[in-house]
T-cell receptor
Framework: ETGVTQTPRHLVMGMTNKKSLKCEQHLGHNAMYWYKQSAKKPLELMFVYSLEERVENNSVPSRFSPECPNSSHLFLHLHTLQPEDSALYLC?????????????FGSGTRLTVV | DQQVKQNSPSLSVQEGRISILNCDYTNSMFDYFLWYKKYPAEGPTFLISISSIKDKNEDGRFTVFLNKSAKHLSLHIVPSQPGDSAVYFCAASAYTGTASKLTFGTGTRLQVTL
């Protein structure tokens, strides 16, 4: 596979559940990102990782917990979410933190919290 | 407060005519502007960009214009084709000292009709 792959594509979870979103990139990129896209809102940057080290956390609630075990994989662990957390969660990667043109997005995970 | 605004949520254009998508921004520190295209069930893909030191960039049927004094940019697609039907996101970049951070607009859904 090439590009950025996200699984699952769709996820429905209850507010007391624990689930994880997975992102995998096969591009040899060193930076990875989690974005959230809610209805009628712009893409919001959640977390930034560079070489497996978190470099930015945009005031995201602790019920979202990222993990980057290596430069090819990024996870978003979810627990005790709220219905307003329902959104499209997009993963992206880039060669470096300053590489804008090689920014590659995955297809996203559509999350519904019930 | 949104720093990047796309005030038209949708636009319908006839095939062969010009499509003009608009974007306004408020942060004068933005130094690069990018347009992304998103098809349903896919992640956004990079389309075209412009540096803040330029006022026009052209790539085939796509041209982006930047008016820094008005803090306004626009994407022109001519001639429009049915395959251009997608959601278009405007994004602006500012260097934070460690990374080039992208700020996105809410998107404009373009429908090219036959």
């Amino acid at each position: 596979e090439t590009g950025v792959t996200q699984t699952p594509r769709h996820l429905v979870m209850g507010m007391t559940n624990k689930k994880s979103l997975k992102c995998e990139q096969h591009l040899g990129h060193n930076a990875m990102y989690w974005y959230k896209q809610s209805a009628k809102k712009p893409l919001e940057l959640m977390f930034v990782y560079s070489l497996e080290e978190r470099v930015e956390n945009n005031s995201v609630p602790s019920r979202f917990s990222p993990e980057c075990p290596n430069s090819s994989h990024l996870f978003l662990h979810l627990h005790t979410l709220q219905p307003e957390d329902s959104a499209l969660y997009l993963c992206a990667s880039s060669q470096t933190l300053t590489d804008l043109y090689g920014y590659t997005f995955g297809s996203g995970t559509r999350l519904t919290v019930v | 407060d949104q720093q990047v605004k796309q005030n038209s949520p949708s636009l319908s254009v006839q095939e062969g005519r010009i499509s003009i998508l608009n974007c306004d921004y408020t942060n004068s520190m933005f130094d690069y502007f990018l347009w992304y295209k998103k098809y349903p069930a896919e992640g956004p893909t990079f389309l075209i960009s412009i540096s803040s030191i330029k006022d026009k960039n052209e790539d085939g049927r796509f041209t982006v214009f930047l008016n820094k004094s008005a803090k306004h940019l626009s994407l022109h697609i001519v001639p429009s084709q049915p395959g251009d039907s997608a959601v278009y996101f405007c994004a602006a970049s500012a260097y934070t000292g460690t990374a080039s951070k992208l700020t996105f607009g809410t998107g404009t859904r373009l429908q090219v009709t036959l």
